[in-house]
């Protein structure tokens, strides 16, 4: 069976009434016929049945045991961390998305979990990184934003041999293209806010384990913190997960021209899309995926953050906002937006300048996403969609 055919219906047919559709179980407790006998459910934050399909389907789209499903995606990152104690340390990519250095930092650093960043692109710096202390090795492949890729089933060989915990952050590539465990990582994660929801309306996390045990293990932190996906949320999540394949392989189609267009324009200094054959990493990207993402981010030759503020309040079509990952194009300025978090000395050793600007590549027709980014890059405000300033707007 093709992989498309195999995620529509990897979402069951509900067994009760025949509906085509999930249904959404909005409840909060479930009625038992004596304590402790009932029929698998008993209060709604230790198991709903909406979230359970979900929970279901991500497992089996990710090849593995066991899925899990958060309130946010941060909120399935600060699962994984739960299972470390005093003492532990974790090994982290150093291109890493800013809400999560900021929770590494100033949430759990305080409790002595120590996080060491490193070019994980490099499998030579994993290996010589990891002391007594690491139990977790975190990576994010492709990395936000620089887009850095890592080989998944590299450094989850020398993770087993050191007796550590792999966790790939698979956002960005989603299974549509990419499952790390099947590469040999033991946990993913996901903010389902992007490419898996789909649609820039919902916001939610997910946690893929590759065995029961460490599935247990989460689903017990999940039901004791207490940080759950709500019913209509979880809803939202399949009703994503059905066009997923389409949704992404035009992504893909999307952004690999507009990588390419930038990377011929003389106001652009360097580009960042794995599709590229300039990209550092774009063998083990074309070996461990089988497409290489919707998002392209890329640098001014005027390496300012003057410009690149300028250049992304001067588009039309792509939108000024933080996520990615939906139907509508959107771009950001991570170093004072997304990354505003990490120290610049750290973002800037990351790779992550100044004038970095992030674009999710959206499904609007290529030709005229192309056009309105020649428009700004040659200093011209579009008149597209045209957003009021805030002066506009006062004056």
């Not at 063998?283 to 390496?303: E, I, M, P, W």
Request: aromatic residues 6%.
């Amino acid at each position: 069976m093709q992989a498309t055919t195999k995620l529509i219906h990897s979402i069951p047919v509900d067994a009760l009434t025949g509906s085509v559709s999930v249904p959404i179980y909005q409840t909060s407790t479930f009625v038992q016929e004596a304590p402790g006998v009932h029929k698998g459910y008993d209060y709604a934050r230790t198991n709903n049945p909406t979230r359970a399909v979900l929970e279901s389907v991500i497992a089996g789209l990710e090849n593995g045991s066991t899925g899990i499903a958060f309130g946010s995606g941060l909120a399935a990152i600060d699962a994984v961390i739960k299972l470390l104690k005093t003492g532990d340390e974790v090994l982290a990519v150093d291109d890493i998305y800013g809400g999560a250095f900021r929770l590494f930092t100033h949430i759990y650093n305080k409790f002595g979990i120590k996080v060491n960043y490193v070019d994980t692109t490099d499998v030579e710096n994993v290996f010589h990184a990891i002391s007594p202390k690491t139990k977790l090795i975190w990576i994010e492949t492709l990395t936000n934003p620089t887009l850095k890729i890592s080989d998944i089933a590299a450094i989850a060989k020398i993770a087993r041999s050191r007796g550590c915990l792999l966790c790939v952050d698979n956002t960005f590539a989603s299974p549509a293209l990419q499952q790390p465990l099947s590469l040999g990582a033991d946990i993913v994660v996901h903010s389902a806010t992007k490419y898996l929801g789909g649609h820039s309306d919902l916001i939610a996390g997910l946690v893929v384990t590759k065995n029961e045990q460490l599935g247990e293990k989460i689903k017990f932190i999940q039901n004791a913190s207490g940080a759950i996906l709500a019913p209509f949320d979880s809803w939202l999540v399949i009703r994503g997960v059905e066009t997923l394949s389409l949704r992404v392989k035009q992504h893909c189609i999307n952004a690999q021209a507009v990588a390419e267009f930038l990377e011929q324009h003389p106001a652009v200094d360097k580009v960042y899309y794995p599709g590229l054959k300039t990209h550092l990493n774009h063998a083990v990207a074309k070996r461990q995926s089988t497409g290489f993402g919707g998002v392209v981010s890329f640098s001014l030759k005027n390496d300012t953050e003057e410009a690149a503020i300028r250049f992304v309040t001067s588009t039309g079509l792509f939108k000024l906002a933080e996520s990615l990952g939906g139907v509508k194009s959107l771009l950001c300025h991570p170093s004072s937006m997304t990354h505003k978090s990490i120290p610049v000395e750290k973002r800037h050793a990351a790779g992550v300048a100044d004038s970095l600007i992030r674009l999710s590549v959206g499904l609007e027709e290529v030709e005229d996403l192309i056009d309105d980014l020649e428009k700004a890059l040659n200093g011209r405000r579009s008149t597209v969609d045209h957003r009021p300033t805030t002066a506009e707007i006062q004056n």
